[in-house]
């Protein structure tokens, strides 16, 4: 089975500092994914990286950064923490796509991040 | 863009009822569907896929076909249980996008005994 581990289940951290999610996935996927989920709202995606060194921007990607210098590890970076960031982040993995269909996304258990 | 609409929430059922969760979608082209669920506490699973139209995905007792003339992928499930209470979301994909999903809001969904 696929694992996508999170490294935290919770976090609460302070406005203004500097915050590091970090999502390891142990399938050799290319894709890998940051969203954020809040009621009402659904899954919003932030960035995601199809490849080592490679990132793009998702929908709402203000305010945060990643980093992936390796290919099972994602990193989600709060540049300056702010109270409008209490959310919970999910990470995914996927494989690429092949033949004509697109390969499922995987999900971690997500950490539910909360700024004071 | 593409988007995704799914029925407003929540949904409160008797275990053994027949649940229906209507989603639509809007689109070019031929995308993929998917129904994920995201049990209290946990991430999301891949619950069901259909790649093209009148596909019909299924497992663990839910059902939903791939409707291009109603750009719909409604879920189904004959008799629900109390083990199914969770959040359901409805996803579509291009196609070569890297599996990049949109999602729909989610809808809660409780079973009561």
């Known amino acids: 089975d696929v694992k996508v581990t999170q490294s935290s289940r919770y976090l609460v951290k302070r406005t203004g500092e500097k915050v590091f999610l970090e999502c390891v996935q142990d399938?050799?996927?290319?894709?890998m994914f940051w969203y954020r989920q809040d009621p009402g709202l659904g899954l919003r995606l932030i960035y995601f990286?199809?490849?080592?060194?490679?990132?793009e921007k998702g929908d709402i990607p203000e305010g945060y950064s990643v980093s992936r210098e390796k290919k099972e590890r994602f990193s989600l970076i709060l540049e300056s923490a702010s109270t409008n960031q209490t959310s919970m982040y999910l990470c995914?993995?996927?494989?690429?796509?092949?033949?004509?269909?697109?390969?499922?996304?995987?999900f971690g258990d997500g950490t539910r991040l909360s700024i004071l | 863009g593409d988007s995704v609409t799914q029925m407003e929430g929540p949904v409160t059922l008797s275990e053994e009822a027949f649940l229906t969760i209507n989603c639509t979608y809007t689109?070019?082209?031929?995308?993929?569907l998917f129904w994920y669920v995201q049990y209290p506490g946990e991430g999301l699973q891949l619950l069901l896929k259909?790649?093209?139209?009148?596909d019909k995905g299924s497992n663990k007792g839910f059902e939903a076909t791939y409707r291009k003339e109603t750009t719909s992928f409604h879920l189904e499930k004959g008799s629900v249980q109390v083990s199914d209470s969770a959040v359901y979301f409805c996803?579509?994909?291009?196609?070569?996008?890297?599996?990049?999903?949109?999602f729909g809001k989610g809808i809660t969904l409780s079973v009561r005994p």
């Open positions: 995914a993995s996927s494989s690429q796509s092949t033949g004509k269909s697109n390969q499922p996304q995987h």
């Open positions: 399938m050799d996927h290319e894709n």
């Open positions: 990286s199809y490849d080592v060194k490679m990132k």
């Open positions: 689109a070019t082209g031929y995308p993929s």
């Open positions: 259909a790649t093209k139209a009148d």
């Open positions: 996803a579509l994909t291009h196609f070569g996008a890297n599996s990049k999903l949109t």
